[in-house]
């Protein structure tokens, strides 16, 4: 792997791809190899379409990893998860879907995404994914979003 970040979407305008499957995520080579860390992405603003009424749902999403020869350029990452606003698909397949695609790209040492969806039909749905255990000496916080209260 090349030294030198290549990326596709750095300095230049760059419309949201029109789904999920035509988004490019771009990846850079990890400048601490040889370290143990976590990297956070937290996206409190994720809509999808639900695949029955085609109505918009709701997320915040948080995606931990640790990174092995490679880290997700957020850029990229931020188009790619704009290109679900006119995706169908019910909670679990697009939170396991995301995690799987960054898992099967970047090749992590370790993953976990949390999805923290709005109530459908009165109902919030949070769904969890990971690789597996963490690597033993990494420090994971909790990911910090409640579950959902409505009103109280």
């Known amino acids: 792997m090349s030294d030198t970040p290549v990326t596709s ?3 230049q305008q760059t419309p ?3 789904s999920p499957e035509e988004a490019v995520l771009d990846y850079v080579p990890n400048p601490r190899t040889g370290a143990l860390y976590l990297a956070r992405f937290a996206a409190p603003e994720f809509t999808s379409l639900c695949p029955v009424t085609g109505q918009p ?3 915040h999403l948080v995606i931990d990893y640790a990174p092995a020869e490679t880290i997700v350029e957020s850029k990229s990452l ?3 998860l704009g290109s679900f606003r006119n995706h169908a698909g019910f909670h679990e397949d697009v939170t396991v879907g995301i995690g799987q695609r960054l898992v099967d790209e970047m090749k992590p040492r370790w993953l976990r995404i949390g999805g923290y ?3 459908r039909g009165g109902i919030p ?3 969890f994914w990971q690789t597996g255990a963490p690597p033993e000496g990494l420090w994971v916080p909790d990911q910090g979003v409640s579950s959902y209260r409505g009103r109280g």
């Open 9 to 11: 979407f750095l300095g």
């Open 16 to 18: 949201l791809p029109a």
């Open 57 to 59: 749902d709701f997320a």
């Open 78 to 80: 931020k188009l790619f």
């Open 117 to 119: 969806w709005y109530p």
């Open 125 to 127: 749905i949070d769904v």
